[in-house]
């Protein structure tokens, strides 16, 4: 069962970060981004957050689950969403102890076709 967007949007409105939170499909369901960073990701309408060990307290009571088959348990913080405060902690703490983006490379321009007529 694929996210919701009604849940996407239900968790962004909840985590209340403004514009430092973004959201980006990914294989069918979603990542989502504070500050760049990727701290969750949005699996069959639940939350799984990045484990850190800067946020090991926060989620030291969430349950785990793999989001995915073969993938490794992260801490589901389902339980959260109706606590706003709680969410906004977590993902911000989380945004801060997630390395900084790597810049993505430029393109590579285009060559040019010589003697093309017009």
């Not at 919701?4 to 409105?13: A, G, Q």
């Not at 349950?63 to 992260?74: E, F, I, L, Q, S």
């Amino acid at each position: 069962m694929a996210t919701d967007l009604s849940f996407i949007d239900y968790v962004v409105e909840q985590a209340a970060l403004g514009e430092r939170v973004a959201f980006k499909r990914m294989f069918g369901e979603y990542g989502i981004y504070v500050d760049g960073r990727i701290v969750a990701f949005a699996c069959d309408n639940s939350l799984f957050v990045k484990a850190s060990d800067a946020t090991s307290t926060l989620t030291a009571g969430l349950p785990r689950r793999p989001p995915y088959p073969g993938a490794k348990p992260y801490p589901v913080a389902d339980e959260l969403l109706d606590d706003a405060e709680r969410l906004q902690a977590l993902l911000a703490s989380t945004a801060a102890a997630m390395p900084e983006p790597k810049p993505k490379p430029k393109p590579k321009p285009k060559p040019t076709r010589r003697g093309t007529r017009q």
